[in-house]
């Protein structure tokens, strides 16, 4: 592996993994295709052309290894989701409140229509901004501001029944 490539992979790796760790929700799901990811990438690097930005690029590529291995795996339900850690500091009350709360959420998005669904995970759990975004779609920054708007209202519906 060369050093420039190494660099890439120390500066983008986080920003990947939280990007499938944002549409997976399962941290060894997104270790895993990360790590395809890089793989992927560094043999397909002579393929970049520079039309986006190379975090916008590695994302695509997760984004297509994540989508492929959805299809070859059954969807999980929302019994399947473990507990993560809990703080101590926490009452049993107010953990049982975030619960219902995060519940309900993953509830509404599980059966957002796409892009929506996708859009609003990765600008809140994915922490990407509104122009990459729209690099991974294709797509024109003010899309992504657009879609991911009508999914908070969407959800915002949906909570709201």
């Known amino acids: 592996m060369n050093a420039d490539f190494e660099e890439l992979y120390e500066r983008f790796f986080h920003d990947v993994y939280l990007f499938i760790l944002a549409a997976s ?14 793989f992927r990438a560094l043999k ?12 916008s690029w590695l994302c695509q590529i997760a984004k297509n290894l994540y989508i492929s291995q959805k299809r070859k795996k059954p969807a999980l339900s929302t019994e399947d989701i473990p507990i993560t850690d809990i703080s101590t500091e926490q009452s049993a009350e107010d953990l049982c ?52 708007y009508r999914a908070r209202m969407k959800i915002q519906k949906k909570i709201q029944e």
């Not at 509404?108 to 892009?115: Q, T």
């Open 25 to 38: 929700g399962d941290p060894y799901i997104a270790e895993e295709i990360t790590q395809e990811t890089f």
């Open 97 to 148: 409140i975030q619960n219902q709360q995060a519940l309900s959420l993953y509830k509404i998005l599980h059966y957002l229509d796409e892009p929506y669904k996708e859009v609003f995970t990765l600008r809140t759990l994915g922490d990407l901004s509104f122009r990459e975004i729209g690099e991974i779609f294709g797509k024109q920054e003010n899309w992504a501001r657009v879609t991911y």
């Open 44 to 55: 397909e690097i002579r393929h970049f052309k520079g039309n986006c930005s190379v975090k």
